[in-house]
Nanobody
Framework: QVQLVESGGGLVQAGGSLRLSCAAS????????MGWFRQAPGKEREFVAA????????YYGDSVKGRFTISRDNAKNTVYLQMNSLKPEDTAVYYC?????????????????WGQGTQVTVSS
């Protein structure tokens, strides 16, 4: 079992930045691909970014490409999401996820473990 706990969410003005963290406990996730998803009210959960076990490969959703950066520190069993140039449409609950595999996938069903989410609100 893997437990994931997100932190770092909050309220920020448009154009600002936030860094989300996802701390994993239980089984190590150092050999697993990890991802971030988000869900706005009334919308489906959306892929944001994914990172390989080594951190050497990353993949981003089109809506965040060039603004968000995913990274990981396997020594700390932690994954990060640096969010810059935030827009009101980035407002959502952000979820960290881990999968029992190494491929970078974008569907929610591809991930086996989920955190409880952290709220990000971007004001205009």
């Amino acid at each position: 079992q893997v437990q994931l706990v997100e932190s770092g969410g909050g309220l920020v003005q448009a154009g600002g930045s936030l860094r989300l963290s996802c701390a994993a406990s239980g089984r190590t996730v150092s050999s697993n691909a990890m991802g971030w998803f988000r869900q706005a009210p009334g919308k489906e959960r959306e892929f944001v970014a994914a990172i390989s076990w080594s951190g050497g490969a990353t993949y981003y959703g089109d809506s965040v490409k060039g603004r968000f950066t995913i990274s990981r520190d396997n020594a700390k069993n932690t994954v990060y999401l640096q969010m810059n140039s935030l827009k009101p449409e980035d407002t959502a609950v952000y979820y960290c996820a881990a999968r029992l595999g190494t491929a970078l996938l974008v569907t929610t069903t591809s991930y086996n473990y989920w955190g409880q989410g952290t709220q990000v609100t971007v004001s205009s």
